[in-house]
């Protein structure tokens, strides 16, 4: 039900735009979050969006990711910029209704495939 796409191969310092369309319900009242898994890591928090307008992002990424939601195309992104190495990992969108702060995997319901995000230094 979440298809997220827009991955990819970067040089450090370049941008990239994820999507994460969704399908078979719809989105609009749940919060939507951006988590990444680098290899041989656990999956981290990397943005979250709530309908309202609220927004959270990692320290990590503050300042350079920017996260947003279009709910009349059932989609959200996230825009990525002045990317760095470190930044590599797969990205996964989720969506969820019942949790409160947005960071945890266990506020969400629904999970994204993933899609991977290299930078080369």
């Known amino acids: 039900q979440l298809q997220a796409s827009g991955g990819g191969l970067v040089q450090a310092g370049g941008s990239l735009r994820l999507s994460c369309a969704a399908s078979g319900r719809t989105f609009s009242s749940y919060y939507m979050g951006w988590f990444r898994q680098a290899p041989g890591k656990e999956r981290e928090f990397v943005a979250a969006?709530?309908?309202?307008?609220?927004?959270s992002y990692a320290s990590s990424v503050k300042g350079r990711f920017t996260i947003s939601r279009d709910n009349a195309k059932n989609t959200i992104y996230l825009q990525m910029s002045s990317l760095k190495p470190e930044d590599t990992a797969v990205y996964y969108c989720?969506?969820?209704?019942?949790?409160?702060?947005?960071?945890?995997?266990?506020?969400?319901?629904?999970w994204g495939q993933g899609t991977q995000v290299t930078v080369s230094s």
């Open positions: 989720a969506a969820g209704r019942f949790g409160y702060s947005g960071v945890y995997s266990r506020e969400y319901d629904y």
């Open positions: 969006n709530w309908s309202g307008g609220r927004t």
